[in-house]
């Protein structure tokens, strides 16, 4: 029992549920792999049966008008995500039962620092045609060798009958995929069986939840409640929990584990946590784009610039991983130009509502702190001091607005000196280390050679992204996701542990993913390998609600048949 205050009846109702896992977290341990595949593949099939529903409840919340291109948003962050990461898993489970690593038939290599990777981009060849030119590697800690990760691959599957418990998962209220990934996190990687408390701002999406996770709800290893702060601080601290999974803020984060007020600071500063039992999260920050000096053709900086304002406009800007900070060179001769694209695609970016709770109270946060803030359409533009000088604290260095704000930070030097002043300002100035993006074309990256590389390896983010938004480590299955390894509950940034991870890789410490820096078909005729297009996920395709629903068709059931239609459509975005 809880010792925080319910209503009788809702506190009966929560009792009961956890009561039901605690006898389902048994029924779980005695499922083996066989059983467990075969739930995650119903799982695949119900979310493929109710994807048009969730997304009509996504946009519902959202408030997004039928036949808005934003739709494509909810296709690719909601039930695309689940069926990708769903088919991955079902691959890894696959392996341990035949007596495989899950990272069998995956590519390992070396990165700086004695860092052994594991390349999971492309893997497959509908892979190289849908992500053509792209690519990812998660990269394991220093010293971390190949058969070691062979070994360990596999978490909580390698043992079902293993220690587990009931977790509970405090979902998102943002991206819809977040609580369905997190709570089958919890049961293969961890052995939990789960309780889902949604964010009451996706109350609209129970039903679609219910009919998702059913085929873990009837067997009782799975529940969901709704309700707000009173019900989260109940679960938390009740006695039949013994695992936390938290998505939200910092605040939130360190309310739950220390309490609030003066009594929460005060426990704070002493070490001695409210909560007792182990907490695991995935918490926002302040991202950084680095935009590395280089000689880009008008249509570059054109591209690069819709880039930029899709890392921060995609959903609203009401991502943990939206882009805060675009870092340029003060000494780039094409700096003014790249601005003043940025600035006109801000202004043409689809105009959305302001659906999350707070957002108007955030931006006016940043607009009084930045009196000579740009206001461009419903968006802000605020120019940041690169010196640090006496503004260490910068609030926009270390205040996630979570909203349609964007930060201009300028650095001198040619591009070795403003990469390397970039990397520095971002780990030493920068709250958080959930994602960073660096933008840098070919000829440049080239000619940095080792100290690019190194200059990514120096980054201390839990993704980094080269020529691509981090946007997309969290839409690839198999990549991990969460902050960068070593937070702690007292100073917790961007939070601990990861999430996704379908190959099921122990301890990791990043994923890196590359990009291609010109769409197709301007990047063949500059000698890139790749057949992409406008990506579906920028915010100012035409055509992504339609290939949206086309990916989400394919991943439901991958055939070449479905291809020509995804490609089509792509390419009219």
Same mark, same amino acid.
């Given at each position: 029992?809880?010792?925080?205050?319910?209503?009788?009846?809702?506190?009966?109702?929560?009792?009961?549920?956890?009561?039901?896992?605690?006898?389902?977290?048994?029924?779980?341990?005695?499922?083996?792999?066989?059983?467990?595949?075969?739930?995650?593949?119903?799982?695949?099939?119900?979310?493929?049966?109710?994807?048009?529903?969730?997304?009509?409840?996504?946009?519902?919340?959202?408030?997004?008008?039928?036949?808005?291109?934003?739709?494509?948003?909810?296709?690719?962050?909601?039930?695309?995500?689940?069926?990708?990461?769903?088919?991955?898993?079902?691959?890894?489970?696959?392996?341990?039962?035949?007596?495989? @690593?899950?990272?069998?038939?995956?590519?390992?290599?070396?990165?700086?620092?004695?860092?052994?990777?594991?390349?999971?981009?492309?893997?497959?060849? %509908?892979?190289?045609?849908?992500?053509?030119?792209?690519?990812?590697?998660?990269?394991?800690?220093?010293?971390?060798?190949?058969?070691?990760?062979?070994?360990?691959?596999?978490?909580?599957?390698?043992?079902?009958?293993?220690?587990?418990?009931?977790?509970?998962?405090?979902?998102?209220?943002?991206?819809?995929?977040?609580?369905?990934?997190?709570?089958?996190?919890?049961?293969?990687?961890?052995?939990?069986?789960?309780?889902?408390?949604?964010?009451?701002?996706?109350?609209?999406?129970?039903?679609?939840?219910?009919?998702?996770?059913?085929?873990?709800?009837?067997?009782?290893?799975?529940?969901?409640?709704?309700?707000?702060?009173?019900?989260?601080? %109940?679960?938390?601290?009740?006695?039949?929990?013994?695992?936390?999974?938290?998505?939200? @803020?910092?605040?939130?984060?360190?309310?739950?584990?220390?309490?609030?007020?003066?009594?929460?600071?005060?426990?704070?500063?002493?070490?001695?946590?409210?909560?007792?039992?182990?907490?695991?999260?995935?918490?926002?920050?302040?991202?950084?784009?680095?935009?590395?000096?280089?000689?880009?053709?008008?249509?570059?900086?054109?591209?690069?610039?819709?880039?930029?304002?899709?890392?921060?406009?995609?959903?609203?800007? %009401?991502?943990?991983?939206?882009?805060?900070?675009?870092?340029?060179?003060?000494?780039?001769?094409?700096?003014?130009?790249?601005?003043?694209?940025?600035?006109?695609?801000?202004?043409?970016?689809?105009?959305?509502?302001?659906?999350?709770?707070?957002?108007?109270?955030?931006?006016?946060?940043?607009?009084?702190?930045?009196?000579?803030?740009?206001?461009?359409?419903?968006?802000?533009?605020?120019?940041?001091?690169?010196?640090?000088?006496?503004?260490?604290?910068?609030?926009?260095?270390?205040?996630? %607005?979570?909203?349609?704000?964007?930060?201009?930070?300028?650095?001198?030097?040619?591009?070795?000196?403003?990469?390397?002043?970039?990397?520095?300002?971002?780990?030493?100035?920068?709250?958080?280390?959930?994602?960073?993006?660096?933008?840098?074309?070919?000829?440049?990256?080239?000619?940095?050679?080792?100290?690019?590389?190194?200059?990514?390896?120096?980054?201390?983010?839990?993704?980094?992204?080269?020529?691509?938004?981090?946007?997309?480590?969290?839409?690839?299955?198999?990549?991990?996701?969460?902050?960068?390894?070593?937070?702690?509950?007292?100073?917790?940034? @961007?939070?601990?542990?990861?999430?996704?991870?379908?190959?099921?890789?122990?301890?990791?410490?990043?994923?890196?993913?590359?990009?291609?820096?010109?769409?197709?078909?301007?990047?063949?005729?500059?000698?890139?390998?790749?057949?992409?297009?406008?990506?579906?996920?920028?915010?100012?395709?035409?055509?992504?609600?339609?290939?949206?629903?086309?990916?989400?068709?394919?991943?439901?059931?991958?055939?070449?048949?479905?291809?020509?239609?995804?490609?089509? @459509?792509?390419?009219?975005?």
């Amino acid at each position: 029992m809880s010792t925080a205050t319910l209503p009788a009846a809702e506190a009966a109702t929560i009792d009961q549920a956890l009561t039901e896992l605690v006898s389902g977290a048994r029924a779980w341990k005695a499922c083996g792999l066989a059983q467990r595949r075969d739930l995650i593949q119903k799982i695949h099939a119900a979310t493929a049966a109710n994807a048009e529903a969730w997304v009509t409840a996504a946009s519902t919340y959202k408030q997004l008008p039928d036949g808005s291109q934003l739709r494509g948003e909810e296709w690719t962050s909601g039930p695309y995500a689940v069926l990708t990461a769903t088919a991955v898993l079902a691959q890894s489970i696959a392996a341990l039962e035949a007596g495989r @690593s899950p990272v069998d038939g995956y590519r390992f290599g070396k990165a700086p620092g004695g860092r052994t990777t594991v390349k999971i981009l492309p893997h497959g060849v %509908y892979d190289r045609l849908l992500l053509s030119g792209f690519t990812a590697e998660v990269w394991m800690p220093p010293g971390v060798t190949e058969a070691t990760v062979r070994e360990q691959a596999g978490l909580a599957l390698r043992d079902p009958a293993g220690p587990g418990g009931v977790g509970v998962v405090l979902g998102a209220g943002n991206i819809t995929s977040i609580p369905v990934l997190d709570v089958l996190y919890e049961l293969y990687a961890n052995n939990r069986v789960a309780l889902l408390k949604l964010n009451p701002v996706t109350d609209v999406l129970f039903d679609v939840f219910s009919k998702v996770l059913a085929p873990l709800i009837e067997p009782g290893l799975v529940r969901i409640v709704r309700g707000g702060a009173d019900v989260g601080t %109940y679960l938390v601290r009740h006695d039949l929990v013994d695992h936390v999974h938290m998505t939200g @803020s910092a605040l939130t984060h360190d309310a739950i584990v220390w309490g609030t007020g003066a009594e929460g600071a005060a426990r704070k500063a002493a070490g001695t946590p409210l909560l007792t039992k182990p907490i695991t999260s995935e918490l926002g920050g302040v991202s950084p784009t680095i935009v590395v000096p280089g000689r880009w053709s008008d249509a570059d900086l054109r591209f690069q610039a819709e880039h930029v304002a899709t890392q921060k406009l995609h959903n609203g800007g %009401y991502n943990c991983i939206a882009s805060q900070i675009v870092v340029v060179g003060s000494d780039w001769p094409q700096k003014d130009a790249f601005l003043k694209y940025l600035r006109d695609a801000l202004a043409k970016a689809p105009a959305r509502p302001a659906y999350y709770p707070g957002s108007d109270h955030r931006v006016a946060q940043a607009c009084e702190a930045y009196p000579d803030a740009e206001r461009i359409r419903s968006r802000v533009l605020i120019s940041v001091p690169g010196d640090p000088g006496d503004t260490a604290s910068e609030p926009a260095l270390t205040t996630e %607005y979570f909203g349609p704000v964007l930060g201009v930070m300028e650095l001198p030097g040619d591009a070795r000196t403003f990469l390397a002043t970039a990397v520095r300002t971002a780990n030493d100035r920068l709250t958080g280390t959930l994602g960073a993006n660096v933008i840098a074309d070919p000829r440049t990256i080239s000619a940095l050679g080792a100290a690019f590389d190194q200059a990514i390896a120096d980054l201390r983010y839990g993704t980094v992204t080269i020529n691509a938004w981090t946007g997309v480590g969290y839409l690839t299955a198999a990549a991990t996701w969460g902050a960068f390894p070593g937070h702690t509950l007292d100073d917790v940034q @961007s939070g601990i542990g990861v999430v996704h991870n379908a190959v099921l890789l122990a301890s990791p410490e990043r994923t890196v993913l590359r990009g291609p820096f010109r769409p197709a078909p301007r990047a063949l005729l500059h000698g890139e390998p790749s057949l992409s297009p406008k990506p579906p996920w920028f915010v100012s395709n035409k055509t992504a609600a339609t290939t949206g629903r086309r990916l989400v068709g394919f991943a439901a059931r991958p055939r070449w048949s479905a291809l020509p239609g995804v490609f089509i @459509s792509a390419l009219r975005g």
